[in-house]
């Protein structure tokens, strides 16, 4: 059983770390197929930032991305809940108990380490709107209502993330 929960543990390392990079390959490639502005705007990365809406393989791109990001997700739990049952049953354990089972300890890191990895992306990226707000402002420029929305999106996020994060911290010191 160790070593099956042992190999589980190392196929679920290297599935996460794949689909990371898969969904972080797909959403670059989607913010590369937006469809440009008709407005004459200079920008230092014109596709990455400004843009209309999609294009088709933008909304493809998407797609694979949130399926990626949900099959990191799924890869992650399931490592690190091998991993703790591998742990679990090095340390001697002879049966599972109810509240000491690793699916039941893991389950609050699995989520903080999921929030905390969401809430570093939300807080860059909420760096990288509030830094082009600064340089439109700075060049004179006034900041759309979409992309003032885009900051304000990308602030309930990142105080979700944090809140989930923190709360799942909490939780795991309180075990």
């Known amino acids: ?63 694979r991305y949130y399926r990626n990001f949900f099959f990191a997700f799924a890869s992650g739990a399931v490592m690190v809940v091998s991993g703790a049952g591998y742990v679990h049953l090095r340390d001697g354990a002879v049966g599972p108990s109810p509240f000491k089972s690793p699916a039941f300890v893991a389950a609050p890191a699995v989520v903080f380490g999921n929030a905390l990895i969401a809430f570093l992306g939300c807080a860059l990226w909420l760096l990288v709107c509030l830094a082009g707000a600064a340089l439109r402002k700075r060049r004179g420029e006034s900041t759309s209502d979409a992309q003032r929305r885009q900051i304000v999106r990308s602030l309930k996020w990142t105080t979700g993330c944090f809140v989930i994060a923190a709360l799942s911290l909490v939780i795991m010191r309180h075990q």
């Open 1 to 63: 059983m160790k070593l099956a929960l042992a190999i589980l543990t190392v196929l679920g390392m290297f599935s996460f770390l794949y689909f990371v990079v898969a969904a972080l390959a797909a959403i670059l490639g989607a913010r590369l197929e937006r469809q440009p502005l008709p407005s004459s705007k200079t920008s230092f990365f014109p596709g990455l930032w400004d843009g209309g809406p999609y294009t088709e393989r933008g909304k493809e791109l998407m797609a």
